[in-house]
């Protein structure tokens, strides 16, 4: 059967780049994946898939970073103009931007695959050497682009969806499987929503991957070392008043935000393993002559392990919050975003590995890499399914990219993208059959 | 005569008022008055003066804070759309807006009196209480606003122009008077300039006022205490690099540019007066999981003396230079603005108040006052002038105000626009008689 | 009768000088004024004054930076190894070291006079130039020397007793004589316990004094603007631990500690008028390998007016409070001396002025001269003088001083003291008989 | 042949645990160990060694940390009083207190082994359940203890001595053997140093190791993961000032210094691994109201390689300079001590491991141990012969000791020290015999 179904991605190539290169031209930023979801929803419907989304499968209070109620409404508007399903958008109004699929197959373990499907604040680059420029499916949305390839992931969603759909009367009898579109990777914002939404509580096997990061026909089989990690917002408000007139009259939050960046990278290292604390920008003040009333900044910790990254937070947060008081400053914190710390399952590694091989389509397939420093909110879905006794992997299908990750030319080989999808379906056959 | 002169200007009224509200109509900040100062000079021709601008008042290399090149030719453009005089406009090219009017009258003292032109960036209120939205006069040019008056003090300039010379004939042969109208004030960033081009070395008695801060009808004779200072900008430039990933390869410009701040705000007080330091503006960093590359801060010190205010500049630009090195940062320092100490001679603000009283058109008569903290870059001209052995003097005349300086709603109570053309013409005369 | 009264206090020279040699020999610091204080009293008892001291004029909680009781109990041991007053020492115990004379003249204003009497911890110099040494009067008390002149001013006290003493008689009628003899000047900690017990409450007149800080025969008729002043040492206990194999199990006080330090500088300045903030002293840690569990900090704020250093002692306590608080720390705040802003009265500077010129022994006479941030907490007695409607004055007798003041080698010219034991006596004569 | 030599050293029981309290009664802090290295000397030489001591095996200038010429005299003087070796404490004079002694075996590898021999700053308690005091073995150097069982590792040196003299014939041609006792292991200040004088380039087998840690009867036979070190203390010199009076005119080294600590504790981490900074002691300023003129600093840092080693080193030694300019401060930084990385031979360590078995006095023998954080100079004589092909090995003895390491109560089971000395020389005759 693996032949057959190996011919039939072959034969789809068309249609997922097809895929991939429409949601280029519409990228949608974390949250506001209106038309992007509306239209996956739409497609799993088509083929036969029973389809959740919404707040079916987001839990309304745990979503993190979202953008203003403006802003949402915007692009929501913007997505009907785009071509977004009329009817399915609906259900996604307000930033409830998740979609899931689901096959009933009978007696048998739950399979969930998890594809990501946000874009970027970065603008995309139009030279002639730009492929989706040349091509012309480049953004169409000024200032958002899908330069960290989850274009790609949602494609191969689709594709996945097309091939399992195509064989399912074959695989019949044997279990479920759920395919999860995620909003608001970027960021680490959306996963721990879908969790919270329970649709990872009847799940025995969860996969996912990235494409990138290795050059094309390179798998790795699983990642581990993913940090634990927090991000959150923290705006100060104190009291302008004239420098030179009457600086005391002032209550001064660039030094209260100042005190709280040297301490907030002065928090002592962790004896357990690695720690990490990033103020990455700080924005203080209006005017030279004036006491700078406001101060603003974006702020993440990590931990090698969550007892570590609660360590870094619960500190950051004391630091915040008494550097404040210092200077007679009022405070807020946001939450923004948040994953776990996560490790693959070895054995799920090794099968991926076994399916890899026999694939044939890699020619260089690596065990096992450190994501030394990096996060992903998949590990919430990963750790949820451990916890309940089930097993995941996450792994990487290498692909030649221009520019790097998050670069205004990043663009990616469309033909790695079918190997990606050969490996999903694979994959969850090995398992379904059990071998 | 002073009655004469007494009519001549009420009966005025209306033109004055007409150039106050076309001023603030086309409101232009500093090094940009394209279209205010050809107007002026154009102006002055008519009335019989001899005209220097551009170059020939302002020294090239003492202009501080200028706009970058691209901003002055779109002012430049939009000068000439919104009816500059299309021949002297061009000598004002590249940001030299800046304009005297001379009056020979024969051998006597100089006489000096300088009218500051610049707006400032404010959008103007749009409500049905703003005097000028209603009157249709507001401003035309989108967060420009004239909201501190200098659009009174070019009315003013003019309307001294216009009554003097209707006079000219009767006060001749009794000296000489410069009308100088200043480019850039706001930011003390334009008299420095016009002082280096020498148009001051002849001048024995020199004249400044403000319009407002008092109520109508109230006259401060003289204004004391004025804050010697420095206004610079810092830039850092760091290395950046992925937060979680490889912390110690990036060079973080945000800790060196906290350790600045605090230490700026840190440096010792002077046993000899008051000294000032504001970090008025800090911004660095571009993402929160990037290691901050760059930072920016806007600066300034200030000094109850010039030594005062050296010690502050010295000592701030050493903690700049060492806590960029500690981090390895680059950094550069950009001179934005300087004004010096400054007190009026005694005896000319005598004269003001004898004149004052003299008028009657003022109810509340103030002999000195104390700018605690303030500074103004008159006190360049201020300092020339009497180093060469003259006098000068700085006053305020009251006028009730909408909203304080500098806010959206700012406006004056026109009829005090008068009072000041009367006072400077009369003080005028006053000296030039030897009364 | 002030002929008289020069030739009295001439005559008793040798006297005058063997009590400043023998309080020289004996110093004695702050609130251990055992020895001093009991001969003082005694002698006041045998000159026929009425007596008061211990608690009568010190109120017990207002006295600050007490020695620890261990401390005082070995000083009062010394001081009776040393020769002091057996039966009046008693009285003393604990630390209240205070005493005054008073002699009852009549009817008429009461007018009090005021010595301080303690020593520094200061090493006396045992070079053969250094005169103490030569004539065998050098301090017997290790580590303990009298280098600020205040035995000098005991003496004096007592030569004024002596001489007032001894004419009582002919100034009869004309009112009351308090000489006030004040332990723990040395960090402004004594005078507000004296003020406490309301010894000051009927002083209609009140006079003090400095000797040194000019050469010999200068008299300074009065001194304005001491600054109001707070001091008090700060304690900060976190956790240990080692600094390598578990950083993060630490409490580290001394990040808390150089938090604390830079805000405290960095406290705004105050827009009126002179304020000053130093942490002096500031020690942390014990071993290079181990987390600093403890910190201690010995801190000073002051104002030109009591506002001011309000301000800044209220800021500095939230500062301490928060940056303990930042890293989990205990703190513990400990008030150790404190003085207010002070001036004299015009009409009393000027009494001294004409009582100076008379009196022939001063051949330079300033008016009045500017403490420009110094602390005296005479201005407790001023204070609280001027509050009921009286009035005060402190004047400086120079001398000419071997060392600066609080140096090793500090001396003075003997005859000097005379000086002031006229000064003292015919300024009350002068007060007393309402010239 | 193992049979017998158990025997002789359960035999010898008594004479190693009188060394043991000997040393324990005279301890000597690092490089003041004359009596100590004296008395070792003299014995290797009596059981005939051949001894090299003082220059022969410590190069001058790579020793660290060194006490002062006054303080090295006074010791001197003390061990000569105590009993030290009148012949050999010569050529120890100026803290050069390290001893060699070697065993010519004839052809074959070379053995070292090493033993710390110097005491703590520890004042040793004098409770009648301490039992050096109650069997008066207790320090009679006050304020210095054995609190870290070197005394234990001077008697092992002895008693291995004594074991292998005793049988150099029955072992003889079968290599050489260098008993290494090495000074001033605390603070990680000696090894560089005889490592420095070429002692360790013909060594092929380096075997060192500490009591306690672990409970008697436990043998962890090998510890990997020693951070490397450098140890430096920081004198800054600024300028001092009334602080009150001229707060302008000091330069406050205590400002330098905070801001030191703050950005010394904000050195980004590493992405290799752990990284450690600490400041463990500051101490700055002399009087409250003194611009505080010196600050002192005791720094390390630490790295779990050496280049983060190296990398937190220089990145400190960066901002103390900059820190110090920035308030033109003077600055001296002294090295006090360093240490490198190291990890045992996984061979030597299983060798240990089967002795230890074999051994039968250890009932609990644990592989390898982590010792995460700590720093041991012993890694400079293991790296020299890994460097050179030569394996390492360094063991951990447990015994049940009182009080921690470094405590005033510390106490060991003295049964103990006779098991490691049957480890060393069973290890020995192990590798030598090649088995």
């Known amino acids: 059967m693996e032949k057959k179904i ?27 994946e209106f038309r992007t979801a509306s239209k996956i929803a739409r497609r799993l419907i088509e083929l036969g898939f029973e389809v959740k989304l919404g707040r079916e499968v987001l839990k309304d209070e745990e979503r993190m970073g979202l953008p203003s109620e ?61 492929l989706p420029h040349r091509l012309k499916f ?27 759909s195509s064989i399912k009367n074959e695989i019949a009898g044997v279990g479920r499987i759920k395919l999860i579109f995620q909003p608001a990777e970027e960021g680490v914002r959306g996963a721990k929503a879908m969790v919270g939404a329970g649709i990872l509580d009847d799940v025995d096997y969860i996969i996912g991957g990235h494409i990138g990061l290795k050059p094309s026909k ?27 007139g009457e600086p005391n009259e002032g209550k001064n939050s660039m030094l209260a935000a100042c005190t709280a960046v040297l301490n907030l990278n002065a928090i002592p290292r962790h004896m357990a393993g690695a720690s990490r604390i990033n103020v990455g920008v700080l924005s203080s003040g ?18 090698e392990s969550t007892e570590i990254n609660d360590y870094m937070r619960e500190y950051a947060l004391r630091i915040i919050e ?10 807020e914190v946001k939450y923004m975003g948040e994953a776990m710390c996560g490790n693959c399952n070895q054995v799920l590694v090794e099968r991926v590995n076994k399916v890899g091989r026999n694939l044939g389509c890699f ?62 379906v694979i994959i969850t056959l090995d398992i379904l059959e059990g071998n």
Chains 1, 2, 3, 4 share one sequence.
């Open 70 to 130: 403006e802003e949402l409404a915007n692009q929501y508007e913007r997505a009907l103009n785009q071509g977004a399903d009329e009817e399915l958008i609906i259900r996604l109004e307000g930033g409830f931007t998740g979609v899931m699929g689901i096959l009933e197959l009978g007696d048998g373990p739950c399979i969930g695959m998890r594809f990501d499907i946000d874009a970027l604040k970065v603008i995309e680059d139009s030279g002639e050497d730009h």
């Open 363 to 424: 020619n260089n397939i690596v065990d096992i890499s450190d994501d030394a420093g990096g996060s992903e909110d998949f590990t919430f879905m990963l750790n949820r399914v451990q916890e309940k006794g089930g097993q995941g992997v996450y792994f990487t299908i290498g692909t030649d990219t221009k520019g790097g990750h998050h670069n205004s030319k990043f663009d990616v080989n469309e033909q790695d993208i079918l190997n990606a999808v050969k490996l999903f």
């Open 218 to 244: 390179t798998l790795v089989c699983g990642t581990n070392g993913f940090m634990a990690t927090t991000k959150f917002d923290v705006s100060f408000k104190g009291k302008g008043a004239h420098a030179g």
């Open 138 to 164: 480049s953004s169409e949305n000024e200032g958002i682009m899908h330069a960290c390839g989850h274009d790609c992931h949602a494609a191969i969603g689709l594709g996945v969806a097309e091939t399992l």
């Open 286 to 303: 209006t005017d030279r002559n004036v006491i700078p009333e406001k101060s603003f900044m974006k702020i993440e910790t990590r931990g």
């Open 6 to 32: 190996i011919k039939f991605i072959d034969d789809m190539e068309e249609r997922i780049i097809s895929y991939r290169r429409d949601f280029h031209k519409y990228p949608e930023v974390g949250w506001t």
């Open 322 to 331: 008494t550097s404040a008081k210092m200077h007679s400053i009022d405070y």
